[in-house]
């Protein structure tokens, strides 16, 4: 049987593969923050993987806490050093599959059910909350800092494998962004309700 590796996974709308730094964000229990692999350099991608694979990686509650730990061939620290180019990008928990093994998926929303109810605490308490803090610095007011994961031209496969899975992707992207700037909308009015005119 295949080895299992926790913290792998993929965006289920492109089935790009990403590693996932923390499974749950402090006071945002339905939002994670990932690490998508395909794109990075080389030297980022083999430390990354080797150390996902390692016994630090796996033994790791979150695999920030491995990353912080660990160093680029560069000298640099993963953690830092992967926040501070924008490879660190927050989605919806209900957005990523876990692949633990080839040919086996779940939900990140639905593994983090399991596990707050296997250590009988809610899912908002599963978070790492002064490291996530303290080494990624991110906080209500601050998390413009951490590239949000919103429609952009990344977001989009290569290929498609035919115009239903295209117009799928293209009326999903649609949806987040129309969830988006209602939600724009909504804090604005917040701040300075409309005036209406007279």
């Known amino acids: 049987m295949a080895q299992e590796l926790k913290h792998v996974g993929r965006v289920k709308a492109t089935n790009k593969k990403c590693l996932i730094a923390y499974r749950t964000l402090p006071g945002e229990a339905h939002y994670c923050l990932i690490v998508p692999t395909e ?3 080389d030297i980022y991608h083999d430390a990354l993987i080797n150390l996902v694979e390692s016994n630090s990686g796996q033994e790791a509650y ?26 660190l990008i927050k989605v919806s928990t209900g ?9 086996y998926s779940l939900l990140l929303s639905e593994l ?28 209500k007011k601050a998390e413009t800092v951490i590239k949000v994961a919103e429609p952009t031209q990344t977001d989009e496969p290569t290929t498609f494998d035919s115009p239903e899975t295209e117009a799928r992707f293209y009326r999903s992207q649609a949806d987040k962004m129309a969830k988006q700037a209602a939600e724009m909308r909504r804090k604005a009015e917040e701040l300075v309700p409309t005036k209406k005119k007279v």
């Open 39 to 41: 794109n990075l350099p």
């Open 62 to 87: 979150e695999f920030a806490e491995a990353m912080d730990r660990t160093q680029f061939p560069d000298g640099s620290r993963m953690l830092p050093a992967l926040h501070a180019t924008g490879r």
């Open 95 to 103: 957005a990523i599959e876990m692949t633990p093994t080839t040919g």
């Open 112 to 139: 983090n059910q399991v596990i707050a109810e296997q250590r009988g605490v809610s899912v908002d308490d599963l978070s790492l909350k002064e490291s996530l803090e303290d080494k990624v610095k991110v906080s």
